[in-house]
């Protein structure tokens, strides 16, 4: 039941050492590592050892995507191209599945060892992600405690939630909201929150119509950072009806680019998503805080 405290599962050590061994063969940890996709620089920028990261992509440094855009700044970045990993010559490149299908090719055609990450659809896969890293990368201990303290601190904001459970949409550019299956409605029910799109039978991204919006007429609107680039998109989910609605909170709710990727830096748009549940709906427990 979505009101109900979550338990998310934990891998036992046997389970862990299996899947270290289905990830990789056991040799030493890789000098040199380049990471050719976003969502793989967050998890390589945070569980690599020193001097064992050369470069991340370009996008890294990118502050409506990236939590991690100042540690960027540290690495040199590329823009995922062959030419670039070839001239590096790195032990392992890893990248996303969704990340140029060319280069990937072609560099595994070369004998560069690569490793393909899929984009993480909910907060429960991420703490696999996060320990199949830090088995690609030598790093298990530190893998180990970072996706433990993930799933721990997940496991006490659902055990703070209640049947008090505000309406809320993540309404972006032209319209797209996220519906069942993605990262933003696990975050969203993470915090206490009931994903209108996904209640209403949204599955994925997915356009969402302004009138079902304005008659709903949820508790929260959560709509993104006005961009230095503008786009026509954006005056969607900032259109005049919305900002009627009498009672609706509407706002940039939750940390630039927390919500780009499942890293471990996606913690920070659960907490102020729970934060301002409580604020909202407070629970009963909330009262006596």
């Known amino acids: 039941m979505l009101g ?6 934990r891998l036992s050590g046997l389970a862990l050492l299996a899947g270290a061994l289905l990830v990789a063969p056991v040799s030493a940890a890789p000098k040199r590592v380049m990471s050719l996709n976003l969502c793989t620089d967050q998890l390589a920028m945070t569980l690599a050892g020193p001097d064992q990261l050369v470069s991340v992509s370009f996008l890294s440094r990118e502050p409506s995507l990236s939590m991690l855009h100042e540690e960027a700044q540290a690495y040199p970045v590329n823009r995922g191209l062959a030419e670039e990993a070839f001239l590096e010559k790195p032990d392992l490149v890893v990248t996303g599945t969704y990340a140029l299908h060319n280069t990937t090719a072609l560099l595994k055609r070369l004998d560069f060892h690569v ?21 690609l990368l030598g790093q298990e201990e530190k893998a180990e405690r970072i996706a433990g303290d993930f799933t721990d601190e997940l496991e006490a904001i659902a055990a703070r939630q209640c049947d008090r459970r505000p309406t809320m949409i993540a309404y972006d550019q032209n319209g797209i909201a996220p519906g069942g299956g993605t990262l933003g ?3 969203m029910r993470a915090a206490g929150f009931a994903n209108l799109a996904a209640d209403l039978g949204v599955v994925g991204m997915a356009p969402f119509p302004l009138e079902e919006v304005i008659a709903a007429r949820p ?4 709509i993104s950072r006005k961009q230095d680039a503008p786009t026509l998109g954006e005056h969607v989910p900032r259109h005049p009806a919305i900002a009627a609605l009498p009672e609706t909170r509407i706002g940039a709710f939750v940390p630039e680019g927390s919500l780009s990727c499942g890293a471990p830096g996606v913690m920070e748009a659960v907490r102020a998503l729970a ?12 009262a006596t805080q």
Request: proline share 9%.
């Open 4 to 9: 109900r405290r979550r338990c998310l599962p």
């Open 185 to 187: 409605d696990s975050v």
């Open 275 to 286: 934060a301002l549940r409580a604020e909202i709906a407070p629970c009963p427990q909330d």
């Open 115 to 135: 490793e393909e990450f899929s984009f993480a659809q909910t907060l429960e896969t991420i703490p696999g992600e996060i320990r199949r890293m830090g088995v």
């Open 219 to 222: 508790d929260v609107i959560s």
